[in-house]
């Protein structure tokens, strides 16, 4: 429902900064197991053994491991993508393009004061201040 948010529209943003610092690091982690795995599983295939069966059964419960890690990641992606889609909807309400400017660089893009700063032209105090107008903006609009 649209019921009025329990979170501020910064701390909205802040959340989705860190849900896409989770997602982040899940793909990351996951890349980082499958290649170890995948390392490990030329050594299977190589040393045969009569341990085969209990490798085998080890290697069954990390892959259904795998599979449960991959339908989180999914979920978690899924979560992201609505949280940027809804911070994308509402900084695009803002009329000026300065603020507009800077909280989609600042929030859905992540860049530096410094990037923001040298790629628009505008002091460090100017940036901060679009930010803070942007924001109060977005507020009072909700």
């Known amino acids: 429902g649209n019921g009025k948010e329990e979170c501020s529209v910064k701390e909205f943003f802040e959340k989705m900064i860190s849900q896409k610092r989770k997602v982040e690091m899940m793909k990351e982690e996951y890349q980082r197991i499958k290649q170890s795995l995948d390392i490990s599983g030329i050594n299977y295939e190589n040393t045969g053994g009569s341990s085969g069966s209990r490798k085998a059964d080890a290697m069954a419960e990390i892959v259904a491991e795998m599979?449960?890690?991959?339908?989180?990641?999914?979920?978690?992606?899924?979560?992201?993508?609505?949280?940027?889609?809804?911070?994308?909807?509402?900084?695009?309400?803002?009329?000026?393009?300065?603020?507009?400017?800077?909280?989609?660089?600042?929030?859905?893009?992540?860049?530096?004061?410094?990037?923001i700063r040298h790629d628009m032209g505008y002091s460090q105090s100017m940036i901060y201040e679009f930010r803070k107008r942007g924001l109060k903006h977005l507020e009072t609009s909700e």
Do not use: C, G, H, P
């Open 67 to 115: 599979v449960d890690f991959e339908k989180e990641m999914k979920q978690e992606e899924s979560k992201l993508a609505v949280m940027q889609l809804k911070a994308t909807a509402t900084i695009s309400k803002l009329t000026d393009d300065n603020e507009r400017e800077v909280l989609r660089r600042w929030y859905l893009l992540q860049q530096s004061e410094e990037k």
